[in-house]
């Protein structure tokens, strides 16, 4: 059984840090690019960043560019979010994906839970 499994959400200020960890079990993801999406009271689940199988290969939603750092160890089956300089609208529940072609979510096969994450002002 595949699980995505998120952790290290919670509640921080404007202009502070928090890094977003997802730990794969039920199968190796090691050759698949991963991501992480999120979705803010009443709006649809959108893209933030993607990072190829090597970690060789980045994207992200132009919203969290120069922001936010997606990294993975394959060692470890973990895929990680830096987040800084973060804003109030930066507030959602993030979801961590796996086998993640594009931007479109609803392309994604697996999911995890999600981690919320709150933003003061």
């Known amino acids: 059984q595949v699980q995505l499994v998120e952790s290290g959400g919670g509640l921080v200020q404007a202009g502070g840090s928090l890094r977003l960890s997802c730990a794969a079990s039920?199968?190796?993801?090691?050759?698949?690019?991963m991501g992480w999406f999120r979705r803010a009271p009443g709006k649809e689940r959108e893209f933030v960043a993607s990072?190829?199988?090597?970690?060789?290969?980045?994207n992200y939603a132009d919203s969290v560019k120069g922001r936010f750092a997606i990294s993975r160890d394959n060692a470890k089956n973990t895929v990680y979010l830096q987040m800084n300089s973060l804003k109030p609208e930066d507030t959602a529940v993030y979801y961590c994906?796996?086998?993640?072609?594009?931007?479109?979510?609803?392309?994604?096969?697996?999911w995890g839970e999600g981690t919320q994450v709150t933003v003061s002002s």
């Open positions: 990072i190829n199988w090597s970690g060789g290969g980045t």
């Open positions: 039920g199968r190796t993801f090691n050759w698949s690019p």
């Open positions: 994906a796996a086998e993640v072609s594009s931007s479109r979510a609803d392309m994604v096969p697996y």
